[in-house]
């Protein structure tokens, strides 16, 4: 990928080496939040408990269902539902409910300090999950389970919150082991046991394993984990290549494939950042779809200068009434983390392809991210290093009175949610490029 910073790692210890060589020794612990947003909301508004809720929007609103909790679930309402769907199907007295982000990303701090306590090694994969190399700890620790008993309690006791973990000797079998588990559980996939474990699960639970992979699996009558496990490696190959290889390894509980390469706690670089709006009414005006587009930018910019990186590409999307939806991008002459240069390509992006028709939903991607910004000539720079002064001081009047403080878009009506973001970089225990930076400081004390 284009974008990996190659951190070389310290020759490991002759202990570490044969660890590595034996990933049977290797124990591995999956955490994941018990319905995170859900649970958040119900810290702040415990007249929640026992009702039916969804986190996402408004019941007659646009958009999908980020989080429900047990209770909704029950009604076949998830993550990623139309949130009029997930209307239709639940009772009159079901709670819908905005999200508020900060909440979310303050409780995720709070996850990262628990697991923090019991080992270095702690990778947050997603605002609520994170994977934990235990290996070794024993000492300290105990055995696994006890480990993972503790880290329950304590959980549940500085956050208040209910987590599940599940405990294998591979991040993949640990991460379906954790999801097993759910909710408030604890898991352990024995040693050796890993593809019996996995073989009479639906193929969907393989993590990576999506709709459209799974109906081709269907298709070939591939239901369950046995029967991938039963076919040649050669014949996923040759039919899905890279990804049927992965596929073969991840059924026999291996981490295989391009989402496990890293150790955990070694730092992956995001590929793109996003941000999209759905318009609860959808627009034609074209003052309110370019004060959007500036919003999204300010969104953009200020992750990647919380991140310390800078973006080569910009990237409109843009979808009409009917769904046709069309992205456009521009590559840079020089990389950017400036919202102002962000807008500029991203209106221009706009202005060019909008045919004119009404707009359902507007997002604007940052990707092809380095980490130092492009050569300028001096004029520029001169310029530009104004602009990255007076970001900065936004973007502490952000940290202080919220994020609506200092805007671009100045004069929007609009209320923004942060409905997507792919690849969240201020998540703690994502680990900063630049450890020194200030901006970064930030992000992992998110
Ligand atoms: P998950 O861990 O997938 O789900 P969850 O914590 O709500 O429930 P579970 O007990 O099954 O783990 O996602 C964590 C949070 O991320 C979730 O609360 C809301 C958010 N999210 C979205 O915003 N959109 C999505 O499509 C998904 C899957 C999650
Ligand atoms: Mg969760
Ligand atoms: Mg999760």
């Given at each position: 990928m284009s974008t990996r910073t190659q951190t070389s790692r310290p020759q490991p210890a002759p202990e570490e080496q044969r660890r590595e060589a034996d990933n049977s020794l290797r124990t591995i612990f999956h955490v994941d939040m018990d319905a995170f947003f859900v649970?958040?909301?119900?810290?702040?508004?415990?007249?929640?408990?026992?009702?039916?809720?969804?986190?996402?929007?408004?019941?007659n609103e646009r958009g999908v269902v980020a989080a429900a909790n047990y209770a909704a679930r029950k009604f076949g309402v998830h993550s990623a539902m139309p949130l009029r769907t997930a209307s239709r199907l639940l009772p009159s007295d079901a709670v819908f409910l905005d999200g508020h982000p900060d909440r979310y990303r303050e409780c995720s701090a709070q996850v990262y300090d628990v697991l923090q306590c019991f080992t270095p090694a702690v990778?947050?994969?997603?605002?609520?999950?994170?994977?934990?190399?235990?290996?070794?700890?024993?000492?300290?620790?105990?055995?696994?389970?006890?480990?993972?008993?503790?880290?329950?309690?304590?959980m549940k006791d500085r956050t208040r919150l209910n987590c599940s973990i599940g405990i294998a000797t591979s991040r993949l079998v640990a991460k379906v082991a954790s999801d097993q588990a759910k909710p408030n559980g604890v898991l352990?996939?024995?040693?050796?046991?890993?593809?019996?474990?996995?073989?009479?699960?639906?193929?969907?639970?393989?993590?990576?394993?999506?709709?459209?992979?799974e109906s081709n699996l269907h298709a070939m009558g591939v239901r369950k984990v046995r029967d991938l496990a039963a076919m040649e490696d050669s014949q996923l190959e040759q039919r899905f290549g890279k990804w049927g290889l992965a596929l073969a390894g991840k059924s026999r509980g291996e981490d295989a494939g391009g989402w496990f390469d890293t150790a955990i706690g070694e730092h992956e670089d995001p590929k793109s950042m996003s941000h999209e709006h759905t318009f609860n009414e959808d627009s034609a005006d074209v003052n309110l779809l370019e004060a959007t587009i500036a919003r999204l930018s300010e969104m953009v910019g200020r992750r990647l200068r919380e991140s310390g990186l800078y973006a080569r590409t910009v990237q409109l999307k843009l979808r009409y009434s009917d769904f046709t939806t069309i992205t456009r991008a521009h590559t840079l002459a020089a990389a950017t983390q400036l919202d102002t240069e962000i807008l500029e390509h991203a209106r221009s992006l706009f202005r060019r392809n909008w045919r004119g028709g009404a707009v359902r939903l507007l997002g604007v991607q940052a990707s092809s991210l380095e980490?130092?910004?492009?050569?300028?000539?001096?004029?520029?720079?001169?310029?530009?290093?104004?602009?990255?002064?007076a970001l900065d001081a936004a973007d502490r009047m952000r940290d202080k009175y919220g994020e609506s403080a200092v805007s671009l878009a100045s004069g929007m009506k609009g209320v923004y949610r942060e409905r997507t973001h792919e690849n969240p970089t201020a998540l703690p225990g994502k680990a900063p490029s630049k450890p020194d930076d200030r901006k970064n400081k930030k992000a992992t004390e998110a």
């Open positions: 649970s958040v909301e119900e810290l702040f508004d415990p007249s929640l408990k026992g009702k039916v809720v969804v986190v996402g929007g408004r019941r990778e947050m994969a997603s605002i609520d999950e994170a994977y934990l190399d235990m290996s070794g700890t024993e000492r300290l620790h105990g055995p696994a389970l006890r480990a993972a008993h503790l880290l329950h309690l304590m352990a996939v024995v040693p050796g046991c890993e593809a019996a474990f996995l073989a009479p699960l639906d193929v969907r639970k393989i993590p990576g394993v999506g709709k459209v992979m980490h130092s910004e492009g050569q300028r000539d001096l004029l520029e720079a001169t310029r530009h290093e104004r602009w990255q002064h």
